[in-house]
């Protein structure tokens, strides 16, 4: 793909990278493009199921996956596949970024799957593989298949909603510590909240930029997005975090933040769902229930046996309220979601971790869609 390097050779060497300078700057947002779809040479094995085209967006040459690697890619999948692919910014994040929302197949197309990732900082590889996915897809349009169905009718019979990097302010402080704050007063913010949590005896971290590095979930304001999410039980949720964190901390008032303002209202202009897959690292598990009854529940039930059948992830059954955007999602629109955790128990999930986790999550689009076909 023109304007995008190839990054699937980088896996093996971004472990050398570690005492190397990180390229952390942000770019301004690109442009969207408009061309063509490309098509790739034919794909498939004897058995029916695609091999992967060659995966060209996987790792920028610092360790991770930053912001402006996010962009970068973005613009680049838009000029190469404006048939099936076009993107839009659906909100800024506290620190300024643009939170981006993906089309990916029939724009018109009644039936509409959402995928998300990159709603924890640390757990920035999430992206990453969402983004892996949108190119394979794209990629392989006219030529792939799995389990019987061809690429082509499943962008053709569904509209895939992707949301890759739903905290980008999360993501670049994992990546790239305190530096990368764009705005003085979150800065401040920020090296508040270190004292905090440090006095409070929440981490031992001696070093700001490894308190970022190994712990950070929350957006730029210390809140968890994944427990802000405004649930009709919100009330009710407690995370035992009672202040501003690096984790957990559900916020000062529902939906309180512009991030979770930003996907809330994305996902009610949506209209009907059939169904959300929900990208996280780390652990090889699959959460699938948060309380729900009725048919929902029958549907979030059986769609979580199926993605455990394919990853062999094992499948936990997950009764905790906690505000996440699948709560919300389940418990008050309806929709069935499951939380895909990537990767083993490390966090960051390593490096080294990718390819595996690429292989097991590759197919997963059109897993759910012939769960919902």
Known sequence: ?????????????????????????DTDPPESGSSAAQESDPVGDSTGQSEPAEIEIVLPEEIGYTYPALQEDLAALADAYGELFSYQS??????GREIYACTVGNPEAEKKIMISGGIHGREYLSSLVVMMQIEHYLANAQTGSFGGLSYADMLQEYTFCVLPMINPD?????????????TPAVRETLEEIFADNTKDGLTNAEDINDYFAYNWKSNANGVDLNRNFALSTWSKVHTGIL????????????????????????????????????????GQVVYWDCGVSGSVRE??????????EHTGYKFIYDKHLDASLNDWMTLDLGVPTVTIELGNV????????????????????????????
């Open 90 to 95: 659906i909100g800024k994040s506290v620190d």
């Open 170 to 182: 999360g993501v670049m402080l994992a990546l790239c510590g305190i530096e990368s704050v764009q």
């Open 346 to 373: 490390v966090y960051p999930m390593p490096v080294s971790e990718l390819d595996e986790a690429w292989e097991q999550s590759r197919e997963l689009w059109v897993v759910a869609a012939q769960f919902f076909g």
């Open 1 to 25: 793909m023109s304007g995008v390097k190839t990054r699937l050779a980088c896996c093996v060497l971004a472990l050398l990278l570690l005492l190397m300078p990180v390229a952390c700057q």
């Open 299 to 308: 549907q979030t039930y059986n769609l979580a046996q199926e993605i455990c």
């Open 243 to 282: 202040s501003p964190c690096f984790r957990n901390y559900k916020g000062p008032s529902p939906a309180s933040e512009p991030e979770t303002q930003a996907v809330s209202s994305y996902v009610q202009s949506l209209g009907k769902i059939e169904g959300i897959l929900a990208f996280h690292t780390a």
